[in-house]
Structures are given as structure tokens and as C-alpha cells.
């Protein structure tokens, strides 16, 4: 079995244009993320937390309620931006809702979802940016 496969565009025209190695570290692995396009945002999930906060014994939550928890987050972390982001100076005459390191909230549901080395991330439009928040912690959907 190959521990790594090549990617390539065009079938007819095999030029490789990157590379996914299975045996990379988690540190390569970190280097292999998805480089969004146009006016797309790749942000990550921030980890849910494992306990209820107003349970006075530590109840844990089971792997369903985070799933749930994740998936219907508002909070994400702003990974990388496309090259196209807040360019247009009609519709954001102010220049751009967020950069790169912020934690931002969106509607839930909002942008694609995908699985990367285990770990959720999202692509969204850069217009779908609600705010912008210095720190995360206790911010709850309703």
C-alpha cells in the first residue's frame, strides 16, 4: 500500500500539484489544510466543552450532544482567508469584517463542513461574518 498519494488536476495532463502523506507527523499534517479560494474563509472549531458547566458533580456530556454542540457552533476560529476576501469596495467600503486569528461568530449551519485529521472545520462566504469576538468563552447559541 502507498503512504502517500499524489494530487493532479487534469488526468490527460498529470502535472502534480500536491502532495497527502499518511505517515506525515501531526505537524505536517497541520501543513496539509485546504487553501480556501476566491472570497472563502477556513476556519476551524473551537472544542466544545466536555462538561455541563452548571452540573455540580462534573456531568460529562455523551459524544452525541458534541456533535451537536459542534456542528451548531456560532464561534469559529479564522484559519486562512481567500485571495478574493473583502475586495470588493462597494460591498465592504469599511475594508474587511475579520483577519486572520480572530474568533468570529456566524449563524449555526453556516458554510461547508468538513473533517480534517479529525478535527471540524468550515469554509464561509466572507460575507457571512457576523462579528467579531476577543474572547470566545461564554458565548452560547440560543
Not at 16 to 26: E, I, L, P, S
Not at 80 to 86: N, S
Request: proline fraction near 7%; charged fraction near 30%.
Amino acid at each position: 500500500m502507498n503512504s502517500s498519494i499524489l494530487l493532479a488536476t487534469d488526468a490527460n495532463n498529470p502535472q502534480v500539484v500536491g502532495a497527502y502523506n499518511f505517515a506525515a507527523t501531526a505537524e505536517e499534517k497541520g501543513k496539509q489544510l485546504p487553501k480556501p479560494s476566491g472570497y472563502r474563509i477556513l476556519c476551524a472549531i473551537p472544542e466544545a466543552e466536555s462538561e455541563f458547566e452548571d452540573s455540580e458533580v462534573g456531568l460529562i456530556k455523551d459524544d452525541e450532544t458534541m456533535r451537536n454542540e459542534e456542528a451548531l457552533t456560532t464561534v469559529l476560529f479564522v484559519v486562512d482567508m481567500g485571495p478574493d476576501c473583502y475586495q470588493d469596495p462597494s460591498k465592504f467600503p469599511n475594508g474587511p469584517w475579520c483577519k486572520q486569528g480572530d474568533f468570529v461568530l456566524v449563524r449555526p449551519h453556516s458554510g461547508s463542513r468538513l473533517v480534517i485529521h479529525g478535527r471540524e472545520f468550515r469554509i464561509i462566504n466572507d460575507d457571512t461574518v457576523e462579528a467579531v469576538v476577543d474572547d470566545p468563552r461564554g458565548i452560547k447559541r440560543k
